[in-house]
């Protein structure tokens, strides 16, 4: 303590008599109680050169010892502590930090409840649902003969049938628009058209429509079923305000432009049909009647004419969802089918060959399989799939297509192109 900080009328303490020694918190700190005890009884005890240990730390108020009848004084100064301990200075081990509360005890692990929902239950029984009785073929015939207590089941042509059925059934989640291209005439595009109509027709339950998208004219009318009226797309241009109004317009309103095709549960919209009009489709036009169609049919399927320039054969193409390349297993118009694909790739069309897909037709009885087998090689490079269909005598007339009389190979190679053409899209 300083000469300051202490009352003038008290004597100086001595230094040598540890019991009137002024001890700071640091050297308090190191005593140990036998040190205390030491000190309290007048023995010369310094904690720096003999060191031991302390208990515990002990408060200022202890070292200080005030006189009961001395005035009270200003707390003495702290001592600054030794600028570094001697070699045989050990500190005070540090005191445990205080015990940490138990952490409670972890929940246990409850497993979330599972349960089936109304909509599970229904897909699990969907997915669980095993295929039908045979109806095919001698499977067929021995469950008609035994009054259905033999039910023997699907050969493998049946199953594969009842499959191409379910991808030509599934739901899209907008209108799709297929168009079927070749520049040569004579190419099987407007055959095309209408089976695949009859096809999509009858086994998606409607919704379908075949446009003739023709530059001028085209036979789509006259291949499909005749209808009380005569108006084509040249009429319905004509008259297309009358379906701006998105909320006044009917799909009801169509039938006085398009043509019923019956039994086969598809309509047709034929091509300009008049002499007397002059004028082509431009691609405003296709423009126009493609986002008409679009509001009331599902699937479009578009005749195209064979002038890959014109401007709504340009519509079509850009706006198809898929192309289904034409063709008969004839040389030219292979190479026709081939060359239009050059000239698109030539374009700059994307994805192209995942875009297109060929449906190769037999126009006679007996045709070249050399041929045939090159064809089917050379569209199986250029487009995702290659489907042959056979020849049949109904369509070579030309004249309205008798679906009905279709035979049961060509309803077959049609099922199973469109639903290669369904899973395309």
């Given at each position: 303590?300083?000469?300051?900080?202490?009352?003038?009328?008290?004597?100086?303490?001595?230094?040598?008599?540890?019991?009137?020694?002024?001890?700071?918190?640091?050297?308090?700190?190191?005593?140990?109680?036998?040190?205390?005890?030491?000190?309290?009884?007048?023995?010369?005890?310094?904690?720096?050169?003999?060191?031991?240990?302390?208990?515990?730390?002990?408060?200022?108020?202890?070292?200080?010892?005030?006189?009961?009848?001395?005035?009270?004084?200003?707390?003495?100064?702290?001592?600054?502590?030794?600028?570094?301990?001697?070699?045989?200075?050990?500190?005070?081990?540090?005191?445990?930090?205080?015990?940490?509360?138990?952490?409670?005890?972890?929940?246990?692990?409850?497993?979330?409840?599972?349960?089936?929902?109304?909509?599970?239950?229904?897909?699990?029984?969907?997915?669980?649902?095993?295929?039908?009785?045979?109806?095919?073929?001698?499977?067929?015939?021995?469950?008609?003969?035994?009054?259905?207590?033999?039910?023997?089941?699907?050969?493998?042509?049946?199953?594969?049938?009842?499959?191409?059925?379910?991808?030509?059934?599934?739901?899209?989640?907008?209108?799709?628009?297929?168009?079927?291209?070749?520049?040569?005439?004579?190419?099987?595009?407007?055959?095309?058209?209408?089976?695949?109509?009859?096809?999509?027709?009858?086994?998606?339950?409607?919704?379908?429509?075949?446009?003739?998208?023709?530059?001028?004219?085209?036979?789509?009318?006259?291949?499909?079923?005749?209808?009380?009226?005569?108006?084509?797309?040249?009429?319905?241009?004509?008259?297309?305000?009358?379906?701006?109004?998105?909320?006044?317009?009917?799909?009801?309103?169509?039938?006085?432009?398009?043509?019923?095709?019956?039994?086969?549960?598809?309509?047709?919209?034929?091509?300009?049909?008049?002499?007397?009009?002059?004028?082509?489709?431009?691609?405003?036009?296709?423009?126009?009647?493609?986002?008409?169609?679009?509001?009331?049919?599902?699937?479009?399927?578009?005749?195209?004419?064979?002038?890959?320039?014109?401007?709504?054969?340009?519509?079509?193409?850009?706006?198809?969802?898929?192309?289904?390349?034409?063709?008969?297993?004839?040389?030219?118009?292979?190479?026709?089918?081939?060359?239009?694909?050059?000239?698109?790739?030539?374009?700059?069309?994307?994805?192209?060959?995942?875009?297109?897909?060929?449906?190769?037709?037999?126009?006679?009885?007996?045709?070249?399989e050399g041929l045939a087998r090159d064809l089917t090689q050379v569209y199986e490079q250029r487009t995702r799939g290659v489907y042959?269909?056979?020849?049949?005598?109904?369509?070579?007339?030309?004249?309205?297509?008798?679906?009905?009389?279709?035979?049961?190979?060509?309803?077959?190679?049609?099922?199973?192109?469109?639903?290669?053409?369904?899973?395309?899209?």
């Open positions: 303590m300083s000469q300051t900080d202490v009352d003038p009328a008290q004597p100086e303490p001595d230094p040598q008599n540890t019991s009137d020694r002024l001890y700071t918190t640091t050297e308090l700190e190191a005593f140990s109680e036998q040190q205390l005890e030491a000190a309290r009884a007048g023995a010369p005890v310094d904690p720096l050169t003999d060191p031991i240990p302390h208990a515990g730390p002990i408060g200022e108020h202890t070292a200080m010892r005030p006189d009961p009848g001395a005035r009270p004084t200003a707390p003495p100064p702290t001592a600054a502590p030794p600028s570094g301990p001697p070699p045989s200075y050990r500190p005070a081990p540090p005191s445990a930090p205080p015990a940490a509360a138990p952490a409670p005890p972890a929940p246990a692990h409850v497993e979330p409840r599972r349960f089936m929902s109304a909509t599970d239950f229904l897909d699990r029984r969907d997915n669980d649902k095993q295929p039908g009785p045979a109806t095919w073929g001698w499977r067929g015939r021995v469950r008609r003969w035994s009054g259905g207590l033999v039910k023997p089941a699907m050969g493998a042509k049946e199953r594969a049938w009842e499959a191409d059925r379910a991808l030509i059934q599934k739901d899209f989640d907008g209108p799709r628009t297929i168009a079927f291209v070749n520049p040569k005439g004579g190419a099987a595009k407007t055959t095309g058209v209408l089976a695949a109509g009859y096809t999509f027709g009858t086994v998606r339950g409607g919704g379908v429509i075949g446009w003739d998208n023709n530059e001028t004219r085209g036979t789509l009318g006259i291949r499909g079923a005749r209808s009380a009226h005569r108006n084509t797309t040249r009429e319905l241009l004509e008259d297309v305000e009358r379906f701006k109004d998105v909320y006044q317009s009917r799909i009801g309103d169509l039938g006085a432009f398009v043509r019923s095709q019956g039994d086969a549960h598809f309509d047709v919209l034929a091509s300009d049909e008049r002499p007397d009009v002059t004028g082509v489709i431009h691609a405003k036009d296709f423009a126009e009647v493609h986002a008409l169609l679009e509001r009331f049919y599902r699937i479009i399927l578009v005749d195209t004419g064979n002038n890959l320039r014109a401007e709504n054969w340009l519509a079509a193409a850009e706006a198809a969802d898929l192309l289904v390349v034409t063709s008969t297993v004839r040389e030219d118009t292979g190479y026709s089918g081939l060359w239009m694909l050059d000239a698109l790739q030539d374009a700059g069309y994307e994805n192209l060959k995942y875009k297109t897909v060929t449906v190769l037709s037999d126009p006679s009885p007996k045709v070249d042959r269909v056979p020849y049949d005598p109904a369509l070579v007339s030309g004249s309205v297509v008798p679906y009905g009389e279709l035979s049961a190979a060509t309803r077959r190679a049609w099922l199973r192109a469109c639903a290669g053409m369904a899973a395309a899209l």
